[in-house]
């Protein structure tokens, strides 16, 4: 079924500054920029006084459900730039004494079950990591490099060969940008 003229709005926060070049959809604000491709051949995005305005002129349901995802994109640069992004992450270790460090860009674990050679991960331009602890914290104000960052640490740590109800020793997402993981 064909949908005929349809459009949506979204508010720029305060102090918040929008550019649109070349399908390059740009954030900022206070030195900090999101820069995301936003490309649809049937959508049409512009900026407007205070709000960003999607416009579909004809289309189906699955060029409406693109400005839905383009609205979630926008919005989760808009909090980025405002508020951040951040995961949280538990180091767990019952049976060996695992040890995590940052050593410049890299995410280093020794000692992880046993293991004679350390693990290290590269972490995403963009995302900082901070250790407090038994807690790991990544923060930034992209939340796709963010997340990436968390699940690579997370997967750095994963277990093979061995019954994971015994073998509990890893590093865990606990909090997802301020919702929490039961």
Not at 75 to 102: D, Q, W
Not at 119 to 141: F, Q
Not at 144 to 170: F, P
């Amino acid at each position: 079924m064909k949908i005929k003229n349809f459009e949506e709005k979204i508010e720029i926060p305060e102090g918040v500054e929008v550019k649109i070049e070349d399908n390059i959809f740009s954030v900022s604000k206070d030195g900090k920029t999101n820069k995301k491709l936003l490309h649809h051949k049937k959508i049409k995005l512009t900026v407007e006084e205070n709000s960003i305005k999607m416009q579909m002129l004809k289309g189906r349901k699955e060029e409406k459900s693109m400005i839905g995802t383009f609205r979630a994109h926008i919005k989760n640069m808009f909090k980025g730039i405002t508020e951040g992004h951040i995961y949280r992450l538990k180091i767990c270790s019952g049976h060996f004494p695992m040890n995590v460090a940052l050593k410049g860009d890299k995410f280093v674990v020794t000692n992880f079950v046993g293991e004679k050679t350390p693990r290290e991960l590269l972490i995403k331009e963009g995302a900082t990591v901070k250790i407090e602890g038994e807690l790991v914290t990544v923060e930034g104000n992209d939340k796709e490099r963010v997340a990436q960052t968390a699940a690579d640490i997370e997967l750095l740590t994963k277990i093979k060969g061995k019954d994971l109800r015994i073998y509990q020793d890893g590093i865990y997402i606990t909090e997802k940008d301020g919702k929490e993981i039961i």
